[in-house]
């Protein structure tokens, strides 16, 4: 079994989850192989990613949409 935070770090690394990566069979994560995916990324890595970037600008947007929703409320509108 890996090691704690092992995989965890490869992910952040990577721009990925860590069940990303358990998803695609990593059990371990050497620095070699991260490097190795990362001069060489293969499609899933790719999709991946931009499923990360299309997530995480879907929240920032509802936490703006929020803060302005909350702005208005207070002025009774």
């Given at each position: 079994m890996a090691k704690m935070g092992e995989l965890k770090r490869a992910a952040q690394t990577l721009g990925v989850t860590g069940s990303t990566l358990r998803q695609h069979g990593w059990k371990t994560a050497s620095p070699a192989r991260v490097r190795a995916v990362?001069?060489?990324?293969?499609?899933?890595?790719?999709?991946?990613?931009?499923?990360?970037?299309?997530?995480?600008?879907?929240?920032?947007?509802?936490r703006a949409q929020r803060g302005a929703a909350g702005r208005l409320a207070n002025w009774g509108l």
């Open positions: 990362m001069d060489d990324p293969a499609d899933w890595l790719t999709a991946a990613r931009e499923n990360q970037r299309k997530k995480c600008a879907k929240q920032q947007g509802r």
